[in-house]
């Protein structure tokens, strides 16, 4: 049934036009890098604070909640841009093994951020423990799970 | 002289086991693109602090004391990364139009980079806690911000060696 679905994204007219259209695919992963890149500064900021490291003059709720602004919207703009990558090559990545462990991180870690992390920043400092390292830690290595993945499927598929 | 340059290396036999190792290639470009996360990740929220966009509540001196050394060991690794990677295949790069475009704005970025420390920074004391960045300051942020993605973009445009401007295919560079 998911074979058939990804049959159907593949032979939909809008994948063939990305492949045929010269620039589209080129222009598209740029502003998918573009999107990774500023994603990658917000998680950081607030990753970073939770294991005592960088803006720690900083309060971490305020700190959290400025950032959470940019890594919201630059998801929105990674999920944009990488839709129609998958669309457009959506057998290559159904056969690839990166795309669905990419795939699974990404859920886990949207899942983990919006709740566990999104508590643990915004609780009062200094009442959880070593919690925040663990979940700094953890968030830290699942982003750059999803980055490693998305990059070997172009490599290794 | 470059060109010679370039195939010297090229013919170099660890640039050929480089070249020819099935790993290599893979392990390196994630690794740059990882460290690139972390390095350009955090330059653009010092940039953007800059032109106003986000963190106004932080003194703007405390970014280069709190997150510069990460930036820089970001950096540090995407430049070894990167270096390896030209290393291992300089005959593919030196024909490349998007190859000498990133160096070229890595290069514009590095000069914005120390013009707004040496000539702007220094007064940072006076601005540190404003909301006001002076205009000189702001327009470095942009100008920083302009040079970085468009470091991003043409690094990733190095994969489409078909995708070259016209006129640099006439120059024939890479024949």
Known sequence: MMQSFFEWMQGLPFSAWMLEETWASPIIQCAHLVALVAFAGAVLLVDMRLLGRGLIRTPL????????????????????????????????????????????IVLIGLVFTFTIRRRVVLAEEGTLGHWPKVVG??????????SVYARLIGLLS | MIRSAFEWVDALPSSIALRESLNAYPTLLTIHVVSMCLFAGLIAFWDMRLVGLTLRKVPVSNIPTRLFPWALTGYGINLITGGLLLYSQPMRYFGNFYFWAKMALMVLAGINMFWFHYATYKS????????????????????????????????????????????????????
Do not use: C, H
Not at chain 1, 76 to 99: D, E, M, R
């Open chain 1, 137 to 146: 830690f953890l968030s830290i290595g699942m982003w750059t799970g999803v």
């Open chain 2, 124 to 175: 940072v004391q006076a601005w540190d806690q404003g909301r006001e960045i002076p205009l000189n300051a702001r327009l470095a942020g942009v100008v920083s911000l302009a040079l970085w993605a468009a470091v991003v973009v043409t690094g990733r445009m190095m994969a489409y060696s078909g995708l070259m401007p016209q006129w640099w295919n006439n120059l024939n560079i890479g024949a």
């Open chain 1, 61 to 104: 709720n305020q700190l959290a909640r400025e950032a959470d602004r940019w890594m919201i919207w630059s998801f929105v703009a990674l999920f944009i841009t990488g839709a129609p990558q998958v669309l457009s090559t959506a057998l290559k990545q159904y056969y690839s093994p990166f795309f669905w462990w990419k795939m699974q």
